[in-house]
């Protein structure tokens, strides 16, 4: 969901991060699924984004339980 969300909004890995305030290996690795988002990468994206955004993604498969 990172990606789309990036893509959607035209940016880069690199200026996705910045947007979040977050390194850009972290996307990198999200996007990758080697890595989950935190609760406060996930906090920064509602924040930056809106809650809609961090509602699609908390819905993803990797996040069922």
């Known amino acids: 969901m ?3 969300l990036r893509k959607r909004n035209n ?4 200026e996705f991060a910045k947007s979040l305030g977050i390194a850009q290996g972290i996307i ?3 996007e990758n699924g080697l ?4 609760y406060g ?3 920064k994206i509602m924040k930056t ?3 809609d955004e961090l509602i ?3 819905h993803q498969e990797d ?3």
């Open 11 to 14: 940016l880069t890995q690199k």
């Open 41 to 43: 990468t996930l906090c």
């Open 49 to 51: 984004y809106g809650e």
């Open 28 to 30: 990198s690795e999200v």
């Open 35 to 38: 890595k989950k988002p935190s």
């Open 63 to 65: 996040f069922k339980k």
């Open 2 to 4: 990172f990606k789309e």
């Open 56 to 58: 699609k993604i908390m």
